[in-house]
């Protein structure tokens, strides 16, 4: 597996010191390297701990009829209507000590690698002994066809279809109808009329969305050239027709460098490559980055029950596949970080140098949901597809609107009569004063 590199890539011997009174908070001492952690042994955290495969009952009566009801934001047994939530992950399974302690690798079980191998997984009833066969790819749930009780996927290591928690769905699907409507209304002017026309508020769909949830402790160190403006003067240059006045600008340039711990909580990557976002032939899955952040603190342990009535998609990046986009993502935080403490350089930095040594990361497979709206700008089959999607814990509304180019056109044609007869009564009012 490869994992982010253990050394900075690109992490230089300490420059000579910056000038006295630089200002910026350079550590004195270069700080330890990262400590070999134990030979590749990554660690893992069992979240499927206490849980057969199978039945998954509710646990007042025993029955499998259980749903996700979004009226009372919470699992109902349809049998003795028991009402529960699932434990929060985070506490359930340690996830929130120290991010700073982190050492090596941490992998929640939801977080084992795709096996493609496994769509089709063979369940053993409990209910009955009948052997029930759920295709993975397609549902986490089947009924035993002998006695009717509902069977779920509830081991994440399979194949990558069972997340370790999931946030459940806080906004109901009226909410988000009405949110998609109030967005779209608000670019009316310039949306397709078959758009408006065609909005089919059942096409309106609940989807589970898979990311990976990483933290990480890390020590970051950057390099590079900051520059002073000294003097500001301007010269003559050329003669003749030529001449001119140019701004000229002296600096002193001086070695930069930035060394730190840095803490990342809860930075969220897809894991569907539907929905990756660097895929832009699709620039609509943007979208769904748009609908950011989620509350992912309060992600509830995987029950099979809360995916009910709704859609989800599989997971299927691994922690490799996404692993050299978060260590570009924990660069640009380190970046950001940085800007702050290099003010002094008017000129700016360039930096030559940069690099995240990773001490260690977490990581686990969440689940969150998603209300979408999605339209084929035109019946054939390879259209541009727009989504609307709503973030369904926050209402967050974001999307794309097929545009119609007569109506903006209509609506330039408009702005300028309207301009133009503006001109007409002030000029008209200029004549009578
Ligand atoms: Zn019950
Ligand atoms: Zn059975």
New binding site residues.
Partial sequence: MTLPPEEPRDAHEPRPAEPAGSGGPVPPAPQEPAPPREDSGNRFIDTSSGRDDGLNK??????TE?EYALGAKALV?S????TWNEQNAEKLFGLDSSIAELQGHTLASGTADVREDLTMVTLKCQGCGAEVVINAEQSVQARCHWCRQTLSLNTQIPNGAVPDALLPFQLTREDAIARIEEFAGRRRTFAQRRFKEEFVPENVMGVYIPYLVVDGNMHAVLTGDGEVTTREYTVTVGSGDNKRQETRYDADVYSVQRAFDLLVDDLTVESAERFDARDNSAATNNILNAVQPYDVENAVVYNSHYLKNFTSERRDLNVRDVDHLVEEKFLSIARAKVQPTVRRYDRGVRWTGEGVAVRGTRWVSVYVPVWLYSYAESASGDSLVHYIAVNARTGTTMGSIPVSHPRIFAAACAGGTIAGIVGLVVGLLGFFA
């Fill in positions: 509710c646990p007042r009566c025993g029955s259980i047994c049998h003795c209507r028991h």
